[in-house]
């Protein structure tokens, strides 16, 4: 961990403009052959029926009609979702819920998989053995990885709730499967919050600790890098940050918070459950918000974070490197609201060209129904 966090810091002190300037000596997470594959999204794509957000553009809007016989109906989008494809081009994708489900199919399109759904997906959560105080009351994937022993590592929000009371105690986990993601451990904390959980909360839809994040692999810095909201005293709202973990595994009792410089505070005690102090990241404190999505994007050959402001707008940004990211630009498309982004490509939702897709939870009314939405993103 001394070791990331040395090169974070140096990072951070380069005095050059601006990090889309950057010239960093970093060996990029995957294979950047295809980077200049031609956008193949569609046979007919016309560039002025795109909106133009300097160096990408955004289609209009699709909204899926979902069955009323699926689990959470209206509720759809959630959360992370995650996305994977097997060597038989079969695509595996964990839909995130107070439980997560576990669906496998040909394609990675949420709108040609969502209305297949059905409550017997359920692969871990607060309905299969959940732990009192931790997640009780929800467990849903942001992050399913497989690792080199060829288990599976599911990295996960957790909720611990209260009776009668809409209100949520937050932090974030990891469990492990030996089946490919059929059955799965009882999951462990790796990242809380600075205090614990009390004894009443203050109010309905309080919220707690921290979570609401994503959690990939970054290669170029051979670490775990999760990216989630948390309640930062400067200034004093809950914004992305990340912590690290340089285990292969992602283990609790690894996990350092970002302090601003490098990974130096703690994820999360194992003998106290608490962690250290939330810390901002440097041009992403544009926007408070939470729930980011993140991919390496071959094209670009950058990052690509996609998460939503608390104003309900949903916000991109884009790092060489997955530490130092760009000031976000704001997607004002005339929405009434979206929320709960997640970017995902013909090859999942860990890496994607020139072309990806946008999903999003759009107009969410007071009773939290909301509808599955989508829109090409096109990178130049």
């Known amino acids: 961990m001394k070791k990331l966090a040395t090169y974070a810091a140096g990072l951070l002190l380069m005095s050059i403009p601006s990090a889309c300037d950057r010239e960093l000596d970093l060996a990029h997470a995957y294979d950047n052959s295809s980077s200049s594959k031609p956008y193949e999204f569609d046979e007919e794509f016309d560039f002025d029926d795109y909106t133009d957000f300097g160096s990408f553009v955004v289609g209009d809007r699709v909204i899926c009609q979902q069955n009323p016989d699926i689990p959470r109906y209206m509720l759809w989008l959630d959360g992370k ?12 994708t964990y839909w995130s819920a107070d439980n997560s489900l576990r669906q496998t199919s040909s394609s990675p399109w949420l709108e040609e998989n969502v209305n297949a759904l059905t409550a017997d997906m359920q692969v871990f959560g607060k309905d299969l053995d ?41 932090s974030i986990g990891v469990t492990y ?8 451990e009882k999951g462990r904390r790796i990242l809380s919050g600075t205090d614990p959980k009390p ?13 609401d994040g994503c959690v990939v ?40 918070k970002w302090d601003g410089q490098g990974f130096s505070a703690e994820g999360c005690n194992q003998q106290t459950q608490l962690g250290g102090e939330n810390t901002k990241i440097a041009n992403l404190d544009a926007y408070a918000g939470g729930n980011p999505s ?6 670009l050959n950058k990052w690509v974070m996609v998460f939503h402001s608390w104003g309900r707008f949903i916000c991109l940004s884009t790092s060489p490197d997955g530490i130092a990211w760009e000031t976000p630009t704001l997607l004002d498309l005339g929405d009434d609201s979206a929320m709960y982004p997640n970017l995902i490509s013909e090859e999942g939702d860990l890496t994607g060209g020139q ?16 509808s599955l939405a989508w829109r090409k993103v096109v990178f130049y």
């Open 81 to 92: 979702i995650s996305v994977s494809k097997d060597d038989s081009g079969r695509f595996t």
């Open 130 to 170: 959940p732990v009192e105080g931790f997640y009780d009351g929800g467990a849903w994937f942001i992050g399913v990885h497989k690792l080199a022993d060829g288990r599976l590592a599911g990295f996960f929000h957790a909720e611990s709730h209260w009776p009668g009371i809409s209100a949520a105690y937050k």
């Open 177 to 184: 499967s030996e089946d490919n993601g059929l059955t799965w």
């Open 199 to 211: 004894e009443n909360p203050a109010g309905q839809g309080e919220s707690y600790g921290l979570g």
């Open 217 to 256: 692999w970054n290669e170029g810095l051979k670490a775990w890098i999760c990216y989630y909201s948390g309640y930062c005293n400067d200034p004093g709202n809950f914004m992305i940050t990340m912590a690290c973990s340089e285990d292969p595994a992602g283990e609790a009792g690894t996990w350092k």
């Open 294 to 299: 993140v991919m390496w994007n071959h094209y």
């Open 355 to 370: 072309a990806v897709r946008l999903y999003y939870a759009a107009d969410m009314n007071e009773l939290g129904q909301r």
